[in-house]
């Protein structure tokens, strides 16, 4: 295989980059699915919008090979995003001769690359929404579908988003180490969330005695306990916070248990072993992913065969309802996969909203089987009386649907 190498256009490259862009237009419609009029990727036509300078050019063996635009503002399929808050990318063309060569890969490596060098947190683009193998192209590239939209009578466009995690990941854990000491002891086994039945009244571990568990986003440690309290032999722990993991180890060796804790993101192993775990469970904390698919994967190649993941999070709804003048309304929409920043004790942080389905397919593509879906409010909220309250994880919110997910699934 040929060496794929980028670069920046410059003045001197406006031929090169019609060329390509040409040759793109000519193969489409060969095989019958036009995507640009020649028209559109002149450079007189090209020059409205972009800079010689929004250009990467992309060659294999020498050759040039293919293109793409990037810019840092869309006022025109974005509207809604501001100048600098992500990077897009347009016209991305390979050429005939470079199909199937990895060229287009390369390129979509590199716009990651970017994005990740200029610290922007999320890249987008639009393509034909009726084009599936291309549209399969940067799903596979993990760009997430938001929406569809229909252009000029019958121009179906799909648009995608892709959140780039260093950067995230890098914020939340400052912001965790700032936070870690306020959250010691919060939300831990037997409770799996807010307002939501708990381990005693559930049963959703098995019998722990002698079995080895790993806890991801293990935080203050008191969920190991808990396991350890419940006979398990071996106590492993993972956490983005090394501030949360001294606080662990502290504690947990206060109650005269050795855990094996590593500091590191869910999204990547730190040397855990494989096929080795009875249990891994994550409880309020597998939301924090930026990588849900690859996360699971992980997990289930932690556990061995016949090995219990559970997990529990923010319920999908709790994204897209709003409590407001003693009525709860949806505020946003369920298929928003727009990711979301906010203060969280006065440090910033950021979250990606997902739908029951994502937690569901992502376990199915892992080799997970499902055995029970939990989303119910704990019976003592339901039975007694609660004032309306716009609280995040209010009790009058719990009384209509369920603030809590919690998911047990197998490894075959």
């Not at 001197?12 to 028209?39: C, K, M, R, T």
Request: aromatic residues 12%; negative net charge; contains cysteine.
């Amino acid at each position: 295989m040929n060496e794929i190498t980028i670069r920046q256009a410059q003045t001197e490259d406006i031929l090169v980059v019609e060329s390509i862009l040409f040759d793109a237009v000519n193969w489409l419609n060969e095989i019958g699915q036009p995507l640009w009029g020649a028209d559109e990727v002149s450079w007189d036509a090209l020059s409205r919008n972009y800079k010689i300078e929004n250009f990467y050019l992309a060659y294999s063996g020498g050759n040039p090979s293919g293109c793409m635009a990037l810019v840092d503002h869309d006022p025109f399929f974005w509207p809604d995003v501001n100048k600098g808050e992500s990077l897009f990318m347009h016209k991305l063309a390979v050429t005939k001769s470079a199909r199937k060569s990895g060229v287009a890969d390369a390129l979509i490596e590199y716009f990651k690359k970017q994005g990740t060098e200029r610290g922007i947190k999320t890249l987008r683009l639009d393509t034909h929404a009726l084009r599936p193998k291309l549209r399969a192209f940067y799903e596979r590239h993990g760009f997430v579908f938001v929406k569809i939209k229909i252009f000029a009578g019958d121009r179906h466009t799909a648009f995608y988003i892709h959140t780039l995690p260093d950067s995230v990941l890098a914020e939340n854990k400052s912001s965790w180490n700032k936070m870690a000491d306020s959250w010691f002891g919060v939300t831990a086994l037997p409770t799996y969330g807010c307002l939501c039945p708990n381990e005693d009244e559930l049963h959703l571990f098995p019998d722990l005695n002698g079995k080895k568990v790993l806890d991801i986003g293990c935080g203050s440690g008191h969920s190991l306990k808990w396991c350890g309290d419940h006979g398990s032999a071996e106590l492993w722990g993972l956490d983005l916070s090394g501030r949360q993991l001294e606080n662990a180890g502290k504690y947990l060796r206060d109650n005269n248990y050795k855990p094996k804790l590593f500091c590191s993101p869910m999204e990547q192993n730190p040397g855990l072993p494989q096929d080795y775990f009875d249990v891994v469970y994550s409880i309020y904390a597998i939301g924090w992913t930026m990588d849900l698919p690859g996360t699971f994967k992980l997990i289930a190649s932690y556990l061995k065969s016949g090995g219990i993941f559970i997990f529990s999070w923010d319920h999908p709804f709790m994204h897209c309802v709003e409590a407001k003048d003693g009525q709860l309304m949806f505020s946003g929409s369920y298929y928003n996969a727009e990711p979301f920043s906010f203060q969280k004790g006065g440090n910033p942080v950021t979250l990606l909203n997902r739908r029951l389905s994502d937690y569901i397919n992502a376990l199915a593509d892992a080799g997970f089987s499902v055995e029970r879906v939990v989303e119910e409010t704990d019976l003592a909220v339901l039975e007694r009386e609660v004032e309306f309250s716009s609280d995040y994880y209010a009790p009058s919110k719990a009384k209509q649907f369920p603030l809590s997910l919690i998911v047990k699934a197998k490894k075959p």
